[in-house]
């Protein structure tokens, strides 16, 4: 598994929209978005696995929005309707495990990280 890479993050204000983006693509296991704020535990954004199947943090529904690209070799993850509480490092994560009732959101399944890119939403 090659270095996971992630870009995208950056500055906005309440009720705007980020695309946060990472590679490369894995065809195995799952992949995942997640988050840490200053002084809190890393938690699950958003996973998905080979089949597209997804789940989302309760927080997020309907504001973000997790895919693959397979023709860009990448993961993305769409957030919409930004809100203060969103700010955090966002850390793009895979492993080659295959759930068969869809991929864990917890980050304590996943072994490989990316660096982190930075979320701030200002109010």
């Known amino acids: 598994q090659a270095q996971l890479m992630e870009s995208g993050g950056g500055s906005v204000q309440s009720g705007g929209s980020l695309r946060l983006s990472c590679e490369p693509l894995s065809n195995v296991g799952c992949m995942g978005w997640f988050r840490q704020a200053p002084g809190q535990e890393r938690e699950g954004v958003a996973v998905?696995?080979?089949?597209?199947?997804?789940t989302y943090a309760d927080s997020v529904k309907g504001r973000f929005t997790i895919s693959r690209d397979n023709a860009r070799n990448t993961l993305l993850l769409q957030m919409d309707n930004l809100k203060p509480e969103d700010t955090a490092m966002y850390y793009c994560?895979?492993?080659?495990?295959?759930?068969?009732?869809?991929?864990?959101?917890?980050?304590?399944?996943?072994?490989?990280w990316g660096q982190g890119t930075q979320v701030t939403v200002s109010s």
């Open positions: 998905i696995d080979s089949s597209e199947r997804v």
């Open positions: 994560g895979h492993d080659k495990y295959n759930w068969i009732g869809g991929c864990p959101t917890g980050p304590q399944f996943f072994k490989s």
